[in-house]
């Protein structure tokens, strides 16, 4: 089983401020394969990134992927109140599909 | 629009059974691989279960193997998951979501409450 660890489990900051959510894989993950969500107290997961840095309709451009391998970052330019949330890479391409255990991001 | 609607939820007793049903719309049913996730309460997400187009290629998370059964009725649109053998770690909401962008989960249900206690 990949098992995909993220960092930190909660980060607080400011409107405007950049945020950088972080997702290690413990086997090497296509970047085909490594997406990121956002979810919302009582909602749905919400696809913000596939294929590690593409944006999924409708996602705003201060959302950005990158990486590869084993070490993958989600990074949020510039912060505005609506990114709170719970934050979750997943990987999607071998069973067990897999998703991290989530970052939380606070809005201070 | 694309809409999954969940179904079936409920309160079982340890070792009883349910059956959930996802009715999709606003898409081509047939076209996408779909999934079944859960998420228990204040936990984070954890794939359950997913099914390719025609059903014939399924997989499960060890945790449910041999009690799950994920099945599809592409001709009503449906996707359906028969639970059985229910226990307390079961306990958890449960979502369809269709696997669409580059097989990223790209539209998600609202879920069904399942809770499994006695």
């Known amino acids: 089983e990949n098992v995909l660890t993220q960092s930190p489990g909660t980060l607080s900051l400011s409107p405007g401020e950049r945020a950088t959510l972080s997702c290690r894989a413990s086997q090497s993950v296509s970047s085909s394969d490594l997406a990121w969500y956002q979810q919302k107290p009582g909602q749905a997961p919400r696809l913000l990134i596939y294929g590690a840095s593409t944006r999924a309709t409708g996602i705003p451009d201060r959302f950005s992927g990158s990486g590869s391998g084993t070490d993958f970052t989600l990074t949020i330019s510039s912060l505005q109140a609506d990114d709170c949330g719970t934050y979750y890479c997943h990987q999607y391409r071998i069973s067990p599909w897999t998703f991290g255990q989530g970052t939380k991001v606070e809005i201070k | 629009e694309v809409q999954l609607v969940e179904s079936g939820g409920g309160l079982v007793q340890p070792g009883g059974s349910l059956r959930l049903s996802c009715a999709a719309s606003?898409?081509?049913?047939?076209?996408?691989?779909m999934i079944w996730v859960r998420q228990a309460p204040g936990k984070g997400l954890e794939w359950v279960a997913n099914m390719n187009q025609d059903g014939s290629k399924k997989y499960y998370v060890d945790s449910v193997k041999g009690r799950f059964t994920i099945s599809r009725d592409n001709a009503k649109n449906s996707l359906y998951l028969q639970m059985n053998s229910l226990r307390d770690e079961d306990t958890a909401v449960y979502r369809c979501?269709?696997?669409?962008?580059?097989?990223?989960?790209?539209?998600w249900g609202q879920g069904t409450l399942v809770t499994v206690s006695s």
């Open positions: 606003g898409f081509t049913f047939s076209h996408y691989w």
């Open positions: 979501a269709r696997s669409g962008q580059q097989a990223a989960y790209d539209y």
